[in-house]
C-alpha cells in the first residue's frame, strides 16, 4: 500500500496525467483514499520501535529512574498499539468508494393519508437540522406538499464531507406511533414514510448522452409568487434508454433547475448499478445497514413513550424531541460499529 501510495504521488504531479481530468480525478481519490492508511501504518511501525527501545532499556539500564520512565513507556505503548491495530484492521477494509459522495435524499410518505404526509414533514426538518449541525448543504429538487402539511414527496441534495456515507443508513421504512392531529378521540395511530439516499453521480461516473434525454418544461406549481408560477422555469427531464424521469422546480431559473435536474438523473441512472451492489452485499450482512431493501422497516417512533427504536442493531433511547431535532450522530455511530463488525466478520479478521 505505501509502494501504491508513492507511485499515486508521483502520477498526480505529472503533467501528462493533469491534462487529462478524468484520470487526475480517479488517481487524485485513490490517493486520498489510501493516505489515512499508510499514516497509520508509519505510526505503528514508529510505536513498535519505541516499544523494542524502551524494553531494551529496561533490560539493561540500572538507574531506578530510568527503569521507571521506560516502563512507563512500556505500558503506555502496549496500551496504544492494540487500539492502533484495530484501526488498521478497519482502514485494510475496501472502503466503499460511494462514502465520500455527496447524497439524493428522499422523503415520501407512505400508509396513514394526511398524518403520513406531516411525519414525512417531520423526518425532512430532522434530516435538515442534522446536516445544519453538520455543515451540510440542503438544496430543495422538487417537492409535493400534504394538504394538512408536511409533504407528500420531497426530494433535495444533501452536499459536504462524506454525507452519503453517513446518511446511507437512513434508507427504508420509518414508521411514527402517535396521537394524529386530526384524531379527536385521542387514539394513537400508526403512520409511516420511507427514505431513500442515494450517492450522487459525479459527472466522471458515467457518460450521459444527452441525446437520450427529453427535455420538458412547464410552469411551476406551490410557492413562489408571479414569477415562479407563470414562467415556463419547471424542467422535466426524461430519459428514452432507461424510462427514468425527474423533474425540478425550485429555482426561478430555467438554467438552475435544468443542471439541477440533470445532477439528478445522472444520479437515478448510476444508481441502477449500484443498486445491483447493494442487493449483492445485503444478503451477506445480517443488520442490514446501508444495503438495497428500502422496503424494510428500520425505525419507529412512539411519540406517547418518547422513543425512538432502530430495529436493525437493537438501538433504543428515550428522548424523542431532542432526536427529531436532529440529534443523529449516536444511532448512525451504532449503526456504523456494526456495520464495521460485520464488514470484519466478511474480511475474516
Known amino acids: 500500500m505505501k509502494e501504491k501510495f508513492e507511485m499515486l504521488s508521483q ?17 487524485n481519490k485513490e490517493y486520498r483514499e489510501i493516505e489515512p492508511l499508510v499514516e497509520a501504518g508509519e505510526k505503528y511501525r514508529i510505536l513498535l520501535g519505541n516499544l523494542e527501545s524502551a524494553k531494551e532499556m529496561l533490560m539493561v539500564e540500572k538507574d531506578e529512574e530510568m527503569r521507571d520512565m521506560a516502563k512507563e513507556e512500556v505500558d503506555k505503548l502496549e496500551e496504544e498499539i492494540p487500539r492502533l491495530e484495530e484501526e488498521i484492521k478497519l482502514l485494510l477494509i475496501p472502503a466503499d468508494p460511494q462514502d465520500a459522495k455527496n447524497a439524493i435524499l428522499e422523503v415520501r410518505a407512505g400508509a396513514g393519508g394526511d398524518e403520513a404526509s406531516i411525519f414525512a414533514g417531520d423526518l425532512f426538518r430532522m434530516y435538515s437540522k442534522f446536516a445544519e449541525r453538520k455543515g451540510w448543504k440542503v438544496e430543495i429538487n422538487s417537492q409535493s406538499e400534504g394538504t394538512s402539511g408536511g ?4 426530494i433535495c441534495k444533501v452536499s459536504g464531507n462524506g454525507v452519503y456515507g453517513v446518511l446511507k443508513y437512513e434508507s427504508g421504512v420509518h414508521r411514527v406511533q402517535r396521537v394524529p392531529q386530526t384524531e379527536t378521540q385521542g387514539r394513537v395511530h400508526t403512520s409511516a414514510a420511507s427514505v431513500a439516499v442515494l450517492p450522487e453521480a459525479e459527472e466522471f461516473d458515467i457518460d450521459l448522452n444527452i441525446s437520450d434525454v427529453r427535455k420538458d418544461t412547464f410552469c411551476s406549481s406551490g410557492p413562489g409568487g408571479q414569477s415562479v408560477n407563470t414562467t415556463y422555469s419547471a424542467i422535466r427531464l426524461t430519459h428514452a434508454p432507461t424510462g427514468i424521469v425527474v423533474q425540478c422546480q425550485d429555482e426561478k431559473s430555467q438554467i438552475k433547475n435544468y443542471e439541477k435536474a440533470l445532477a439528478e438523473l445522472r444520479t437515478r441512472i448510476y444508481n441502477l448499478e449500484y443498486d445491483k451492489y447493494l442487493s449483492e452485499i445485503s444478503a451477506k450482512r445480517k443488520t442490514m445497514v446501508s444495503t438495497g431493501d428500502r422496503s424494510a422497516k428500520i425505525r419507529t417512533y412512539n411519540y406517547p413513550q418518547s422513543r425512538v427504536t432502530d430495529h436493525r442493531i437493537n438501538y433504543t433511547m428515550y428522548n424523542l424531541p431532542v432526536f427529531m431535532d436532529g440529534a443523529l450522530q449516536d444511532v448512525l455511530d451504532n449503526l456504523q460499529i456494526a456495520e464495521n463488525a460485520e464488514r470484519l466478520k466478511e474480511n475474516g479478521q
Request: hydrophobic fraction near 40%; charged fraction near 30%; proline fraction near 5%.
Open 151 to 154: 409533504f407528500k414527496e420531497i
Open 11 to 27: 502520477q498526480i504531479s505529472d503533467p501528462s496525467v493533469m491534462s487529462d481530468m478524468k484520470r487526475y480525478v480517479s488517481l
